[in-house]
């Protein structure tokens, strides 16, 4: 299952970083809408609140890459934290997030 949103494109880059800095972010874009579709996906077929982590062994990215997307999502008013808290594998604490 494919889900597209009309994503926004965050402010990768200031307008007063080097030249190869704006490349990199206009290189980055792409990516990171592909990486919130599938974060919204997992959430959307889930039907439950998730952690990063768990997002991230569903769609195959690493916890760092969904915990970077999740605040961008969150701004533009698709996900929002849940409450409670889950444990990583790791035993540590994690936040969790649902669908708006």
């Given amino acids: 299952m ?4 009309d994503l926004f494109t965050p402010q990768r880059a200031r307008r007063t ?9 206009a290189k980055a874009a792409p990516l990171a809408m592909q990486h919130q579709n599938l974060i919204l996906a997992a959430l959307k077929l889930s039907g439950d609140e998730l952690g990063a982590e768990q997002i991230a062994e569903r ?5 760092y890459q969904v915990r970077k997307r999740l605040p961008e999502m969150q701004k533009q008013g698709w996900v929002a934290l849940a ?10 604490s994690e936040r969790l997030w649902r669908l708006v």
């Fill in 2 to 5: 494919q889900a597209q949103f």
């Fill in 17 to 25: 970083d080097p030249s190869t800095s704006q490349e990199a972010a």
């Fill in 59 to 63: 769609i195959g990215l690493n916890a």
């Fill in 83 to 92: 409450e409670g808290e889950r444990k990583t594998n790791s035993g540590r």
